[in-house]
């Protein structure tokens, strides 16, 4: 069983002939597309997959990614967390030829045997997921009353509204 961080690739052969579990975290960093939509780079998706050879002689690799990532709340602009946690169903083929012939209900990725990339297997669904608009569940600011201080705020805001002033007067 391998654990803690994982390789971006495996060979998916081997697991399916010692029918082991994968199970660590992969850096949500390594996922590119993902990252573009999202706050914050920071943090893992943790893992668990099996790789199993089907009747059709194809392999699937099923299990569960979960993580947390950060989106901007439409409503309020503050970033907040999405506990996010989604299955895994994905049949490995060797070219796009055999992609085009999966049945319509199935995912698919492109692999070169033995090995397989991790991200290429989750990415697709974590995306998938995404809120197409990010909200608080909770009113905006029940959320933030709690660690957000006015005070703070409104002194990031100040040097800004002097500044600002400076250069008014500078300008007359
Ligand atoms: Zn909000």
């Known amino acids: 069983m391998l654990t803690g ?51 059709s002689q194809r392999v699937t690799a099923v299990g569960t990614a979960m993580t947390e990532l950060k989106l901007a709340c ?19 083929v060797n070219d796009e030829n055999e992609l085009a012939a999966l049945p319509s209900d199935s995912d698919g990725i492109v692999v070169e045997a033995p090995m397989v990339s991790l991200t290429d297997i989750i990415e697709d669904d974590l995306i998938l997921v995404l809120p197409m608009v990010p909200r ?8 933030q009353g709690s660690d957000v201080e006015t005070g703070s705020v409104q002194e990031t805001h100040r040097p800004f509204a002097k500044l600002s002033e400076l250069i008014e007067k500078e300008a007359e």
Request: net charge negative; glycine share 4%.
């Open 74 to 92: 439409q409503s309020c602009l503050e970033v907040m967390s999405l506990p996010v946690a989604i299955q895994i169903d994905v049949t490995l």
């Open 5 to 55: 961080l994982l390789p971006d690739t495996v060979n998916f052969i081997e697991y399916v002939e010692n029918g082991s579990l994968l199970h660590g975290n992969v850096p949500l960093a390594q996922f590119s597309r993902l990252c573009e939509l999202i706050e914050d780079d920071e943090g893992s998706v943790e893992v668990s997959l099996t790789f199993r050879q089907e009747e």
């Open 136 to 143: 608080h569940e909770e009113p905006c600011w029940e959320v």
